[in-house]
């Protein structure tokens, strides 16, 4: 091979390193980020549904309040990325006032959205968003490896009674048997974020020898469980 040949080659492979490294930047600029705004001041109000279930304990309580969460603030965090401060407040009923009720942390971090619930971290989302798209959501704690995936975007559905559209749902955990059922899944609108978020983690057994109807569906015959519901308030986003 002559050394002009040889040279000519070398410039062309620089040239597309080069190309590649600014595809990639632009498309990390580029991403759309709506599913998962975050802006200083900005808040969602939820109406909560909790249900605990102990059959044997005869326990059947339903506990219903309200759930603010506001991005109070911004800061640089210790890993060197913007981080945002989440308080969560609780109240009753609307004639009730706000408690402060814990505080959480959300970052973005390139192409991934981390959420520090309760001190632990989980990847609600990666961009961009692609339909039947999986990850670990349990990648940045010690948890159990879980994936997430994207089942649904673009969608339209009825949630706390009113319709909604331009939907993403991201299910986390789809798991059922004849005596378990474990389903966790959250529904993000554009431009909104957050406004579903469902959990059940149920179980069916014989109680004193008494067999179960496994006909029945689970919801109907629960021995011991738990079933969250967390829904947007559409007066207050």
Same mark, same amino acid.
């Given at each position: 091979m002559s050394f002009k040949k040889y040279k000519i080659l070398i410039l062309l492979f620089t040239f597309a390193i080069i190309s590649c490294e600014k595809d990639d930047s632009? /498309?990390?600029? /580029?991403?759309d980020y709506s599913y998962y705004p975050i802006t200083v001041g900005n808040y969602l109000i939820y109406d909560i549904t909790e249900i605990n279930i102990d059959k044997p304990l005869e326990i059947y309580d339903t506990t219903k309040y309200q759930l603010k969460e506001i991005v109070e603030s911004e800061y640089m965090g210790l890993s060197g990325k913007t981080e945002y401060r989440l308080e969560r407040y609780i109240r009753l009923n609307e004639t009730s006032s706000w408690q402060i009720y814990d505080i959480w942390i959300v970052y973005i971090d390139n192409n991934i959205v981390v959420k520090v619930e309760e001190n632990i971290s989980y990847v609600k989302m990666t961009f961009p968003v692609v339909? @039947?798209? !999986?990850? $670990?959501? /349990? !990648? &940045? /704690? *010690?948890?159990? #490896? *879980?994936?997430?995936t994207i089942t649904g975007i673009n969608y339209s559905d009825s949630i706390n009674s009113n319709y909604l559209d331009s939907l993403l749902r991201v299910e986390q955990i789809n798991?059922? !048997? %004849?005596?378990? #059922?474990?389903? &966790?899944?959250?529904?993000?609108? #554009? $431009?909104?974020? %957050?406004? @579903? #978020? &469902?959990?059940? $983690?149920?179980n069916s057994q014989p109680i004193n020898g008494e067999p179960i109807d496994i006909s029945v569906p689970i919801e109907q +015959?629960?021995?011991?469980? *738990?079933?969250?519901?967390? +829904?947007?308030? *559409? $007066?207050?986003?």
């Open positions: 632009n /498309n990390i600029e /580029n991403i339909d @039947e798209n !999986s990850w $670990n959501g /349990n !990648s &940045f /704690n *010690t948890l159990d #490896k *879980t994936d997430y798991e059922e !048997s %004849l005596i378990d #059922k474990k389903e &966790f899944y959250e529904v993000y609108m #554009k $431009n909104v974020g %957050l406004v @579903e #978020k &469902f959990e059940i $983690n149920i +015959r629960i021995t011991v469980g *738990t079933i969250y519901k967390q +829904r947007i308030n *559409t $007066n207050y986003y």
